[in-house]
T-cell receptor, first 115, second 113 residues
């Protein structure tokens, strides 16, 4: 049983399209995140949600919209995809936020390629 | 602005020897440090962590050392095993953890037989 699962694993699409990446965690965690690993290999936080409420919204284009239907799911919708959106997107979850050093549990990543 | 730096993109170590991975940070507000391990096509997995009130934390073959005055931490793996070959990310979090984790670029550790 995968603790944090995200789909699809690979996503190849054309510029201008709209796409979604889904994430689900079965760990009972309250907080979920989206991280982006760009071509320079940095893992950068994009969003975090705690109990379906947005906690962190880093400086990402508003073409990126996270949606959390319940605390076990955090989906990422991307409108009008651009070449620079090509990256690996990781979903993660943790037990609680506001606590220093909470361990994150990551999904296996979605490699997005925009052509 | 790289707040967490791993200056060695890769490191090659012979099996059985000690692997030492280094990490430097610039933000003095960081209070907790973590190491994650990542295999290809998988997400990072938590390995070991250390609070800023400590200077050493040990878990089996893995030990993390923290030098707050130098803003430097290191991960020691001894003895190194083939299964340790992976990318290792250093990460840090600030007070309250509200900013999530700030990651370094990672060091690719290769254990040679």
């Amino acid at each position: 049983d995968t603790a944090v699962s995200q789909t699809p694993k690979y996503l190849v699409t054309q510029m201008g399209n709209d796409k979604s990446i889904k994430c689900e965690q079965n760990l009972g965690h309250d907080t979920m995140y989206w991280y982006k690993q760009d071509s320079k290999k940095f893992l950068k936080i994009m969003f975090s949600y705690n109990n379906k409420e947005l906690i962190i919204n880093e400086t990402v284009p508003n073409r990126f919209s996270p949606k959390s239907p319940d605390k076990a799911h955090l989906n990422l919708h991307i409108n009008s995809l651009e070449l620079g959106d090509s990256a690996v997107y990781f979903c993660a979850s943790s037990q609680e936020t506001g606590i220093i050093g909470e361990k994150l549990f990551f999904g296996s990543g979605t490699q997005l390629s925009v052509l | 602005d790289q707040q967490v730096k791993q200056n060695s993109p890769s490191l090659s170590v012979q099996e059985g020897r000690i692997s030492i991975l280094n990490c430097d940070y610039t933000n003095s507000m960081f209070d907790y440090f973590l190491w994650y391990k990542k295999y290809p096509a998988e997400g990072p997995t938590f390995l070991i962590s250390i609070s800023s009130i400590k200077d050493k934390n040990e878990d089996g073959r893995f030990t993390v050392f923290l030098n707050k005055s130098a803003k430097h931490l290191s991960l020691h793996i001894v003895p190194s095993q083939p299964g340790d070959s992976a990318v290792y990310f250093c990460a840090a979090s600030g007070r309250g953890g509200a900013d999530g984790l700030t990651f370094g670029k990672g060091t690719h550790l290769i254990i040679q037989p």
